[in-house]
């Protein structure tokens, strides 16, 4: 009779305990998952979290409306506030979901809207303003009788190019907007204080 290996006997013990996890009910022994007890992280917690805002204030109290420059990396799905190459503020943002969708290249800041609205994203409301149908298109869905179209709110809104700008936003982790740069709802004013229409801003991958 042959006995097992080490390597063997390590990979029959796995295989035994994963065999007991599976038939429990649930999947689970005394209420901890499989994932747990191997320290595997499920796919909801393996979403790359990004790095808070950093913010410096010795740079940012120099910082104007006629000195500021900002940097979007979408590679890193950060923005930066710049003076003379040096970072004020360096930010998570969620950029275009798609290829093409936030475009690379040299802009200026067009407009600036503390309280901007889509014209193309947002909801369906009632005379009420009770939402009867959410997350629609403008574009391509077709308002239900008696509702009309409310745009997504759009705070602190720095306009760059038709269709894209800066605003307050959610920040999964990734990017995930239809074109806009999104920033924490904390930062964004921050930004829109220190540019002006004309304040350079740099798109690169």
């Avoid at 305990?17 to 595997?40: E, K, N, R």
């Avoid at 940012?60 to 590679?75: E, H, K, M, W």
Wanted: charged residues 20%.
């Amino acid at each position: 009779m042959r006995f097992p290996t080490l390597r063997n006997f390590r990979g029959f013990s796995f295989a035994l305990v994963v065999g007991v996890v599976l038939a429990w009910p649930g999947g689970s022994v005394c209420g901890a998952s499989l994932f747990g007890l191997f320290g595997v992280k499920k796919a909801s917690e393996s979403l790359h979290k990004q790095d808070p805002p950093k913010v410096s204030p010795r740079v940012l109290d120099q910082v104007t409306p006629d000195n500021a420059r900002v940097l979007i990396s979408l590679g890193k799905q950060r923005a930066y506030l710049l003076l003379n190459g040096e970072v004020a503020i360096d930010t998570p943002i969620s950029s275009g979901k798609a290829a093409g969708m936030t475009p690379t290249g040299s802009y200026q800041v067009q407009e600036k809207d503390p309280d901007h609205r889509s014209n193309v994203y947002g909801n369906f409301v009632d005379s009420r303003g009770r939402i009867v149908r959410a997350g629609v298109s403008a574009r391509i869905d077709s308002a239900p009788s008696g509702t009309h179209f409310d745009g997504a709110p759009m705070y602190w809104f720095m306009r760059i190019v038709e269709g894209v700008g800066m605003h307050t936003g959610i920040l999964p982790g990734y990017a995930a907007s239809h074109g806009c740069i999104r920033m924490p709802a904390e930062i964004a004013p921050m930004f829109y204080q220190k540019v002006k229409v004309g304040t350079p801003v740099e798109v690169v991958h």
